[in-house]
């Protein structure tokens, strides 16, 4: 399965509470790093949620953001402290008989004093309880997105590995006729500068040159790891990864066979199997 690390989601839910609104969007990066904007009353959920997360991914920078919208209410109730704001009273009218020139404490001086005037502690168990509902909704929808925008450059690394494979092909079926004309050439130099064939001369020339030009090992490899990418396009798994070691692997091969070449239509093909191999590296690099 091919799965981008680019992706949103958004899902909300409504309840006697309010409403709630979570976010959720990923980027590519090395590793899973996620970092949450919660409201305060539910920052005991945080680990809870770090959980759900690496369940359903493996890499990816992740910014969760939920919000909270509290439904309105008719009026809003107030505690008050009657004990606290009789000992405020008490303590005034006590200094009052202090001081020569008393200042005269109402009823908003004694409930702007802490403790005397506070509001009830609501209970969020309701909206946390659908917090945690909410959240693994949007996480699997992220999941879901995230494996529709990585299916869809399945055919670019399918179009691109099929390419690739004809292009080894081609070299390999050349080669035999590469290394004749190469032969050919040796033979056509020596008899020019009028030097006398020597035919162990010669063949160890051809060995010479048949030992540089050999690049039947690289083919080979090019072969394997454009079927071992084919492979890992298949895995269950996060492939990002794999995917960009092989991209790097394909890269030293083509590079090898370019500096090999004793053609200028096999240095032309390392250059069109390095074009390639860019074009795939750049979106494996936003892959899981």
């Keep these: ?35 949450f904007r919660l409201p305060e009353a539910f920052r005991e ?13 493996k890499r990816g920078k992740v910014d969760v953001s939920m919000r909270l919208q509290s439904a309105e209410k008719g009026s809003q109730s107030f505690e008050i402290s009657e004990d606290m704001a009789q000992a405020v009273n008490e303590a005034a009218n006590h200094i009052n008989r202090i001081l020569d020139n008393p200042a005269h404490i109402n009823a908003l001086d004694i409930l702007r004093w802490p403790g005397v005037l506070s509001v009830p502690e ?18 699997a929808e992220l999941a879901s997105v995230r494996e529709r925008e990585g299916e869809r450059l399945r055919p670019l690394f ?7 494979g004809d292009l080894v092909a081609d070299v390999r079926r050349r080669m035999p006729e ?18 006398e064939l020597d035919a162990e001369r010669v063949a160890q020339e051809m060995v010479m040159l048949a030992q540089k030009s050999d690049v039947a090992e690289e083919l080979d490899r ?16 996060a492939i990002g990864r794999r995917l960009d070691f092989l991209m790097q692997e394909l890269n030293r091969e083509a590079n090898t066979l370019s500096s090999k070449s004793i053609d200028a239509g096999v240095t032309r093909t390392a250059v069109d199997l390095k074009v390639l191999i860019e074009q795939m590296r750049e979106q494996v690099q936003n892959l899981e």
């Design 178 to 195: 590469l290394l004749e004309a190469q032969e050919k050439a040796l033979r056509d130099r020596f008899e020019k500068a009028k030097v």
């Design 222 to 237: 090019l072969d394997a790891h454009i079927g071992e990418v084919s492979d890992t396009l298949k895995s269950e798994d």
């Design 158 to 164: 399918e179009d691109r590995l099929k390419t690739m």
């Design 45 to 57: 959920l945080e680990n809870r949620f770090r959980e759900e997360l690496r369940k359903q991914l």
């Design 122 to 139: 609501q209970d969020y168990s309701p909206a946390k309880e659908a917090a945690v509902g909410l959240f693994e909704q949007t996480v």
């Design 1 to 35: 399965m091919i799965r981008s690390m680019t992706a949103f989601a958004r899902k909300d839910v409504q309840g006697d509470w309010g409403t709630l609104t979570c976010e959720i969007r990923t980027v590519n990066h090395r590793y899973l790093e996620p970092s």
